[in-house]
């Protein structure tokens, strides 16, 4: 049996699929928020950003699944205590064991069977400056000079069928469910779906899965014997960097939105709705949290994390540990560093809502201030709550390139996206250039961004009463004229 | 207004001391001055009298807070607190942690003109190009032509700005030769060092800023003296200038003056990018060397900055719309 690790932001993220999975289930059962949630999901961009949303979510539990392998017992040594692993590994890393266990000498192109750099090799007894092979990258081909490119046709296009029949099969499966929740008959609801007439384009969700499904295929079935994306000069794939970073990406953007809440939610309410004293020691709080250049604070907090466990080496047992414990206080500052600006929006909410009739009314029964402030100030607050902390996901995966690059990032021995833009800019210095790094690391954090910044955008549309929408619509001027 | 600016500054004084108070105490609580020393003096001759010269020679070799061997003021006056944070206020800012660094005032009066260099025309022509951009989309609002700006607008604030500073400095300085990578010279050949940052730093902003003035755009050419205005017979265009842009500069004062201090700060990433000597590519320099008085002043200027510049754009207000009366 391989030990079990439970690091910090595993812990998290779990507790946040467990709340969210809560939430669903509230959803379900309160028609107002169904109502909401619908024409969210009603918003083609929201919708297709929903499934890619998911699938990177999906990533994030696999990765968030930590084990230290169990080690064979060494001879001579039987019925001791069983050795592990000082490597933790997680689930996405069994799965991916391959593309962890084909390291090359260093960097090698994408798709490509010899390595980047010449070596001086000794050929018929003259020195020769040649390409090596790569030591896992097409190392099946026999005469790689004439399979090559055979090889790589095929594979493409068997991942793009198989890909493409996945796909299909969780669309067809996914109509199916939504004629059999409208409880019509099969063929009639399935075509109605897919026509989009019900209020949420379906259609849109099936070729998001199609362009998702065709773009996996073909990568997991070349990534199999090639380096898609290529190696970086430590010879790592590139592929699992990528995947690796959505985690950290993720677990950012997630857990130092929500570390924000409590103080947020908390001191915004006491101040809208206490006013007096209590009003003017939160103001000056967040003015002062507010006024501090904001990568200056974060600089500052994240160096006395570092002293912190720089002092105290002793309190990690590995070092994925410590650049755990490193992330997840990286979040817990961000969070802490983060509030002033929903605080100073709940605060400015409750100070109106005190003043309407059914807060009076519960005033005037005697209820006491801290029940009116749970039962009836903070349910209607909560919108704002989750159109913030939406819109502040994807600017804090960007934030975190920015923090990584300042140094006050995450550890740098945690794949992430701003490590990789980091490694990235002297390997565009380099001549030829090593682009392909940088191009993964662009392409996913874009998709990544973009899917949180369209989603987010559906949510405020959605949950934002006063929110005018301000969708371009091409043709609403030729119709209104 | 006096009254009011006397007021606001006050109230400033007092959140500058809660910044001064909030960082000294965070960084204390997890350090003592003898970490410090040895942090920094660092390798193999760290002892006790090393460490107390270096702790006497900065001025941490005294209480934190209090100083109980002293009388009456030098009680609060003969500390760490008081010497080094609270000096802040006189722009007295002592000198820097690090063993070979100097003087940080030296630095910051030196630096300051390189960020401003930087920063002062990054600051105008941004407001003009993402206005601009925006009103263009505002006049062909839903057509075409609004449709794809504001995709265009989602996709380039998706990206992160250090994208746009790795492809730029290697499409336009490596691949095309445009401009140097990086560096800096006194004197007006400098230009040609600043283009690309100004350059590029305009574009991984104006996603961001076009979009969210075209909504302030739209929502201003949503009411009724626009209605009016067009029953006068007057054109789009005039409608357009003269009416909704004057209306819609007041929220747009408020997220351009937002940027303010680091017109004064720079920009940390793009001056440490291209090799700018600036106070932003100072802040990075002392966050890796761990210079915490550095970062201290820094955390010190950046929040005199923003006090200062909530004041201007309050000002600004009245100058931009004179129904707005500060009392």
């Not at chain 1, 790589?152 to 969780?170: F, K, P």
Request: some cysteine; charged content about 15%.
């Amino acid at each position: 049996m391989p030990r079990f690790v439970l690091l910090w932001t595993d812990a998290a993220m779990w507790l946040m699929a467990l709340a969210m999975a809560v939430y669903v289930l509230l959803v379900l059962r309160r028609p107002g928020l169904r109502a909401n949630w619908k024409r969210v999901f009603a918003d083609a961009p929201a919708l297709a950003s929903a499934v890619v949303l998911a699938l990177c979510l999906g990533i994030t539990l696999l990765d968030s699944l930590h084990y230290r392998p169990l080690l064979p017992p060494a001879a001579g040594s039987e019925g001791s205590a069983p050795a592990y692993d000082t490597r933790t590994r997680s689930v996405l890393d069994a799965l991916l064991s391959r593309l962890v266990d084909s390291r090359e000498a260093t960097y090698s192109r994408p798709l490509s069977y010899v390595g980047f750099t010449k070596e001086s090799v000794e050929v018929d007894g003259e020195v020769q400056r040649v390409a090596p092979r790569l030591k896992f990258g097409g190392a099946h081909l026999q005469d790689p000079a004439t399979q090559w490119v055979g090889d790589l046709a095929w594979r493409s296009a068997v991942g793009l069928l198989l890909g493409g029949i996945l796909a299909a099969v969780l669309s067809a499966a996914l109509l199916a469910l939504v004629a059999w929740r409208g409880k019509r008959p099969w063929r009639e609801g399935v075509a109605a779906a897919w026509r989009g007439e019900d209020a949420i384009p379906w259609r849109v969700a099936c070729l998001t899965l199609g362009a998702i499904g065709l773009f996996v295929g073909p990568v997991a079935l070349l990534a199999g014997h090639y380096h898609v994306f290529g190696t970086d000069v430590t010879g790592n794939d590139v592929l699992y960097q990528t995947l690796k970073s959505i985690r950290t990406a993720f677990v950012i953007g997630t857990l130092a939105t929500v570390a924000t809440l409590p103080l947020a939610v908390g001191l915004g309410i006491l101040a809208g709705y206490l006013r007096g004293w209590v009003d003017e020691v939160i103001q000056y709080l967040y003015t002062v949290l507010s006024s501090v250049p904001n990568v200056l604070l974060i600089a500052a907090c994240v160096l006395m994390v570092q002293v912190f466990i720089d002092q105290n080496p002793e309190a990690f047992e590995t070092g994925a540990e410590r650049a755990d414990v490193k992330l997840f206080l990286l979040c817990a500052v961000l969070g802490l560093t983060g509030w002033a600006g929903l605080c100073r929006l709940l605060r400015a909410e409750t100070l109106k809502l005190r003043e309407l009739e059914y807060v009076q009314a519960a005033q005037a029964f005697g209820v006491p201030g801290a029940r009116i402030m749970r039962r009836h100030i903070f349910p209607n607050v909560a919108h704002l709550m989750l159109i913030v902390t939406v819109l502040d996901f994807s600017s804090l995966i960007l934030y975190e390139a920015v923090l990584s690059y300042v140094g006050v990032g995450v550890d740098p021995s945690m794949n992430s996206f701003g490590g990789m833009i980091n490694l990235a800019r002297s390997e565009m210095s380099r001549d030829p250039v090593v682009w392909w790094s940088f191009a993964a690391a662009f392409g996913f954090m874009v998709t990544l961004v973009l899917a949180a910044n369209l989603f987010a955008d559906g949510v405020r549309d959605a949950f934002d009463p006063r929110a005018r929408v301000f969708r371009p619509r091409p043709g609403l001027k030729k119709a209104a004229s | 207004m006096g009254g009011y600016i006397v007021r606001r500054i006050a109230y400033g004084a007092l959140v500058l001391l809660g910044v001064n108070l909030a960082t000294f105490f965070l960084f204390f609580t997890v350090n003592t001055p003898d970490d410090m020393a040895r942090l920094n003096i660092g390798g193999k001759r760290v002892n006790q009298e090393v460490i107390d010269k270096w702790k006497a020679e900065r001025g941490y070799d005294k209480p934190l807070y209090f100083n109980d061997a002293e009388q009456g003021t030098h009680k609060i006056t003969d500390t760490i607190f008081w010497e080094r944070s609270v000096s802040l206020f006189a722009l007295d800012f002592g000198r820097s942690d690090a063993e070979s660094a100097g003087d940080i005032g030296h630095e910051v009066a030196t630096r300051m003109w390189v960020s401003l260099q930087l920063a002062l025309p990054l600051f105008v022509l941004q407001l003009i190009a993402s206005t601009a951009f925006a009103l263009l989309l505002a006049l062909f609002r839903h057509t075409r032509l609004d449709f794809w700006g504001v995709v265009a607008c989602v996709l380039m604030l998706s990206i992160s700005s250090l994208f746009y500073i790795i492809v730029g400095q290697y499409f336009f300085s490596r691949v095309l030769k445009l401009a140097p990578i990086s560096g800096y010279v006194s004197g007006w050949d400098v230009i040609k060092f600043l283009v690309l940052p100004i350059g590029l730093s305009l574009v991984a902003r104006l996603g961001g800023e076009a979009r969210l003035y075209r909504a302030m755009f739209l929502e201003e050419l949503g009411k009724d003296y626009v209605r009016t205005a067009r029953a006068k017979g007057l054109s789009e265009i005039v409608v357009l200038y003269r009416h909704v842009l004057r209306n819609a500069m007041i929220p747009i004062i408020t997220s351009a003056g937002s940027y303010l201090p680091y017109v004064f700060l720079g920009s940390l990433v793009f001056e440490s990018f291209f090799g700018l000597p600036g106070l932003g590519a100072y802040v990075i320099e002392a966050i890796t060397k761990q210079d915490f008085a550095v970062v201290r002043t820094m955390v010190f200027l950046g929040s005199l900055l923003y006090i200062v510049s909530y004041i201007l754009i309050d000002v600004a207000y009245t100058w931009v719309d004179p129904r707005v009366r500060l009392a």
